[in-house]
């Protein structure tokens, strides 16, 4: 056998290498088009949501009333004059029966028959009120979190494409050499 071996057609191994050359080329084709397997990634987004307070007091004060009633009581004239004093005097032993008072807390009322003055006196105290209204708004702050899941693709290339790679480069490498033989 002779170290220097040459081809007996040329063109027969022009077209055996191109074949194998196109092989590899839809090999790499494969390899490109490989699904690929998603790896899921989770982000997490925290916003901080502030709410503010706002607070309004409004008071209303009464001051005290003190109220008085003076109704005048005037002398009985009737038809005959002997019977003036006998019916004025039964009127103020009647009128001065009049006499009533009332209390609670800082209020106070009465009525009474002043005899000296000839009047009736009605009186009303009344103590200072006070009115409050407010109106309050809070301050909150609250954390929303939200989770958000991504999908981030990864090439995934299954291990039976990696062989035939390897063995089409072996064979690509095999090839390049016999045909540089060839050639040299």
Request: net charge positive; aromatic share 8%; proline share 3%.
């Amino acid at each position: 056998m002779n170290p220097n071996y040459q081809s007996e057609n040329p063109l027969k191994t022009f077209l055996q290498t191109l074949l194998v050359l196109g092989l590899v080329f839809m090999l790499t084709f494969l390899m490109n088009g490989c699904a690929s397997k998603p790896l899921e990634k989770t982000h997490t987004i925290e916003r901080l949501v502030t709410y503010k307070a706002d607070s309004l007091k409004v008071t209303v004060v009464n001051q005290a009333v003190l109220d008085s009633l003076f109704i005048k009581v005037s002398k009985v004239k009737t038809v005959k004059p002997e019977c003036d004093s006998i019916t004025q005097m039964t009127l103020d032993q009647l009128l001065m029966q009049l006499n009533s008072k009332k209390k609670s807390g800082d209020n106070a009322m009465g009525i009474y028959y002043d005899t000296i003055k000839k009047m009736i006196v009605g009186w009303q105290k009344m103590a200072k009120t006070q009115n409050e209204k407010s109106a309050i708004n809070k301050i909150t702050n609250t954390v929303a979190i939200e989770n958000e899941k991504v999908q981030v693709p990864v090439k995934y290339i299954p291990i039976w494409i990696k062989i035939l790679a390897v063995l089409g480069g072996v064979t690509l490498g095999v090839l390049v050499w016999r045909v540089a033989k060839v050639w040299v």
